[in-house]
C-alpha cells in the first residue's frame, strides 16, 4: 500500500467508485480528482462578479446616505475659491456635533439606569470622533489675514457660537446659558430642542447622581442643584473624585469612567484651543463675526475646564 493510501480516512475509502470490471488492477476515480463542476455562463451582458448597477430608482447607497443631499447644500457667498473648503469643513463640523452630541446622551441616558459599560463604550467612541472633529482645523488653521478678508465679508454676521448642535454639546457638558437659546428663536423646532437640552441634566449630572447611588458623598446642594444653570466647581465634588482615585480598588469601574470623563475633557479643551489658534492667525484680534469679541472671548473659554473636580481632585491623590 503507498503512503497516501495509507492516510486515505475511512469514509473516502467507503465513498471511492467500484473497480472497473474490463480492469479488475484499477479503482475508479477518487473524490480528489473528480472534475469540478462547470461555472454556470454568465447571462448575455453581464460581466462575471460585476455588482449590481441597475437599479429601478436610486441606490440603495444613495437612499441610505443621502449624497446627494450633502454634496449640494453648499451656497458659497462670494466669488473665491478658498470659501469653498471653509464652508464644507464648518459642515463637516457640525455633522460631528450630532454624532458627538448622540454619544454623550446615550451615555447619559446608560448612566440613568446605572449601566455603566455602555455609558463608557459611549464616551470612548466620542473620544475617536472628537479626534476626527478635531482634526476638522487643519484646513483652516493656517489661513492667513488676506485669505480669510477675501471672503469674510460674505459671511455677514454669522458665527459659529450661533450653531444650535454645538449649544446642545456645551449644554450636556454642563456649561449652560438661557441666554444662548436667543439667536434661535426664529427657528422653532431648534429652539425647543435647546430648551429641552437647557433642562435636562447635563451628562455630568448625571454621572454625580450615579456616584451617589454608589454611596459616596456627593453634596445635597450639588444633586439638586437647577440644572438649567451652569456647573460650578464643587469642593464635595472634588473631594469625592479625590477618594475614588485614591482607592481604585475599591471600585475600578467609577476609575474607568473617571477617566474616560477626562479624555472627553482634554479633546474639549484641546477644540477649543485649536480654535482659538486658528482664529488668531486669521484675524489677530479684530472683532469677531456675529460681534463677539473675537479671540478674546475664544481665551476665555479656553481657560474653562470641562468636569472641573476631575482635574483639580489630582492634586490630593
Do not use: C
Not at 471511492?16 to 488492477?25: F, K, Q
Amino acid at each position: 500500500m503507498s503512503q497516501s493510501a495509507a492516510h486515505e480516512s475511512p469514509a473516502r475509502e467507503a465513498s471511492a467508485p467500484p473497480a472497473d470490471p474490463a480492469h479488475p488492477h484499477t479503482t475508479g476515480q477518487s473524490a480528489e480528482h473528480a472534475k469540478p463542476a462547470e461555472p454556470a455562463e454568465p447571462a448575455e451582458g453581464e460581466t462575471p462578479d460585476a455588482p449590481t448597477v441597475d437599479f429601478a430608482g436610486t441606490t440603495p447607497y444613495e437612499d441610505y446616505v443621502q449624497a446627494d443631499v450633502l454634496t449640494h447644500l453648499q451656497r458659497p457667498l462670494s466669488d473665491d475659491p478658498g470659501e469653498m473648503v471653509f464652508l464644507v469643513t464648518t459642515q463637516v463640523m457640525e455633522l460631528w456635533f450630532t454624532v458627538i452630541v448622540h454619544e454623550w446622551e446615550t451615555a447619559a441616558a446608560a448612566l440613568r439606569r446605572d449601566d455603566i459599560p455602555v455609558a463608557i463604550a459611549a464616551l470612548k467612541r466620542s473620544v475617536r470622533e472628537l479626534e476626527a472633529l478635531n482634526a476638522s482645523w487643519r484646513p483652516l488653521g493656517q489661513l492667513t489675514p488676506a485669505q480669510f478678508n477675501s471672503y469674510r465679508d460674505a459671511l455677514g454676521e454669522g458665527s459659529g457660537f450661533q450653531s444650535a448642535m454645538y449649544r446642545r454639546m456645551e449644554f450636556l457638558l454642563g456649561d449652560k446659558s438661557a441666554s444662548m437659546l436667543v439667536p434661535h428663536r426664529g427657528a422653532p423646532r431648534v429652539h425647543a430642542e435647546l430648551e429641552r437640552a437647557l433642562a435636562a441634566p447635563s451628562l455630568y449630572d448625571e454621572v454625580l447622581a450615579l456616584l451617589a447611588r454608589r454611596g459616596r458623598a456627593v453634596p445635597e446642594d450639588v444633586l439638586n442643584r437647577d440644572p438649567a444653570q451652569r456647573y460650578e466647581p464643587d469642593e464635595g465634588v472634588e473631594a469625592v473624585w479625590s477618594e475614588i482615585y485614591r482607592d481604585p480598588d475599591r471600585d475600578e469601574e467609577l476609575v474607568r469612567l473617571g477617566e474616560a470623563l477626562t479624555d472627553v475633557a482634554e479633546l474639549v479643551w484641546r477644540w477649543r484651543n485649536d480654535h482659538l489658534v486658528a482664529t488668531r492667525r486669521a484675524m489677530g484680534a479684530k472683532t469677531g463675526t456675529g460681534g463677539s469679541a473675537g479671540v478674546a472671548w475664544l481665551e476665555k473659554r479656553a481657560r474653562r475646564n470641562v468636569f472641573p473636580e476631575l482635574w483639580t481632585a489630582r492634586s490630593h491623590v
